[in-house]
């Protein structure tokens, strides 16, 4: 089993920037692809970024592409989301999930280890 644990959300005024961070126990995720999601209220969950195993393959949504950073430490078991230049509408509680499986995609369907959440709100 893992578990994951986001941190690092909070307000901020647009423009701004936040770093989160989510990190496993449990077991290694050094051979899991890592996905960050987001869902806003009265929406679908969406994917924001992910990485492969290795770091060296990543995906963005094109909404936050140029703004987001995705990235990975594996020997501190850790994911982390760059968030800069943030808007109002990224506003949202955003997740970070785990794939038993090397690549990432951006379909929630293929993550099977969730965290509860960080919240993100941008004021405008």
């Known amino acids: 089993q893992v578990q994951l644990v986001e941190s690092g959300g909070g307000l901020v005024q647009a423009g701004g920037s936040l770093r989160l961070s989510c990190e496993a126990s449990g077991r290694t995720i050094s051979y899991y692809a890592m996905g960050w999601f987001r869902q806003a209220p009265g929406k679908e969950r969406e994917s924001v970024a992910g990485?492969?195993?290795?770091?060296?393959?990543?995906f963005y949504a094109d909404s936050v592409k140029g703004r987001f950073t995705i990235s990975r430490d594996n020997a501190k078991n850790t994911v982390y989301l760059q968030m800069n230049s943030l808007k109002p509408e990224d506003t949202a509680v955003y997740y970070c999930?785990?794939?038993?499986?090397?690549?990432?995609?951006?379909?929630?369907?293929?993550?099977?280890?969730w965290g509860r959440g960080t919240q993100v709100t941008v004021s405008s």
């Open positions: 999930a785990a794939r038993t499986n090397i690549a990432h995609t951006p379909e929630a369907r293929d993550y099977y280890y």
């Open positions: 990485i492969n195993w290795t770091g060296r393959s990543t």
